[in-house]
């Protein structure tokens, strides 16, 4: 757990968790912490235990705001993560009081990384002007990898077209799977972000409130975007069956076209395998290369016409 002073987007760090009880005479205290110092904090600044159990919950959490008695909003948000493979959402649970933040994660986050240069940046000397920029590099993240879903999607239906494999029904299957689950995700935090902007909450600023509809049309969009990606995601599978079908009309015209060229062929030797001693150029010196020659003549002839009408 640390415990940091922040003044003007200046971090000084605090020995005592203790001190966050009280308002310092600028600035506010950034608590980022773990699970396991729940307990501590619980004590000290009255955590509702609902919100504990919450954060302690090994489960996703569904995005949501909760305003309790005791002075603090306890806020969970929806960070993501995208590996090319697996899309994964993490959990960042907030708890928001009038001179504290305090976040709560699980696994490490990366908007809490990224948060400490654009604190410094934008001289923030509130708690929460902190929260309004750490929901905003939450959300902006999901622009992030809307791009590297959108770009995955190009290049998976490139070589689709190009070169089919059967590989690409799992990719489809699984990358159109991992959509629907978010889309789904994406309603509630939406739904947290339309609170914080309309709703009366006495621990946010008014002034600043307004700032979170910029957030909120953000929200919107990424909704919409993955909106797209689930109809994508649809045209690809039907994209990849044509491929497949097409493919196998290929194979089959090659096939059917082999068979069409040796029909005659077979036509030949079927004639020349009869067990008459009557048959004409059967005794021929010279017939044996005749009908060979005859054979390929007639086979040739009819690749030739296959190729011209572009049916081979």
């Not at 697996?86 to 305090?102: A, D, K, P, Q, V």
Request: proline share 2%.
């Amino acid at each position: 757990m640390k415990v940091r002073l922040v003044v003007d987007g200046v971090f000084e760090e605090v020995e005592q968790v203790t001190e966050a009880l009280h308002p310092p005479e600028s600035g506010f205290y950034w608590i980022d912490a773990s699970t396991e110092d729940l307990q501590e904090l619980q004590h000290i600044f009255n955590l509702h235990d609902l919100a504990v159990e919450d954060c302690m919950n090994e489960e996703e959490q569904r995005p949501k705001l909760e305003i309790y008695d005791a002075g603090h909003y306890f806020i969970v948000i929806n960070s993501i993560r995208f590996d090319d493979e697996e899309i994964f959402l993490r959990s960042l649970n907030i708890f928001l009081g009038r001179h504290f933040i305090i976040t709560v994660t699980q696994q490490k986050i990366n908007e809490l990384r990224l948060i400490k240069p654009l604190l410094l940046e934008e001289k923030v000397n509130q708690a929460d002007r902190f929260l309004y920029h750490l929901i905003d590099l939450v959300i902006d993240n999901y622009f992030t990898v809307s791009d590297r879903i959108e770009a995955k999607i190009e290049n998976l239906e490139e070589d689709i077209l190009m070169h089919t494999r059967k590989s690409h029904l799992n990719e489809i299957i699984g990358l159109r799977s991992e959509i629907l689950w978010l889309k789904k995700a994406l309603g509630p935090q939406k739904e947290l972000i339309a609170t914080l902007n309309r709703k009366e909450l006495r621990l946010i600023d008014d002034e600043l409130q307004k700032y979170f509809s910029d957030i909120y049309e953000n929200s919107v969009k990424i909704s919409e975007t993955f909106d797209t990606f689930r109809d994508l995601m649809g045209n690809l599978r039907e994209a990849y069956q044509s491929s497949v079908a097409n493919r196998a009309n290929e194979i089959m015209r090659v096939f059917t076209a082999i068979t069409t060229i040796f029909m005659p062929l077979t036509v030949i030797t079927g004639i020349y395998g009869m067990n008459f001693d009557h048959i004409p150029e059967l005794h021929m010196s010279n017939g044996y290369y005749f009908v060979l020659g005859a054979m390929v003549t007639i086979g040739s002839l009819m690749f030739l016409l296959f190729k011209k009408k572009d049916w081979l």
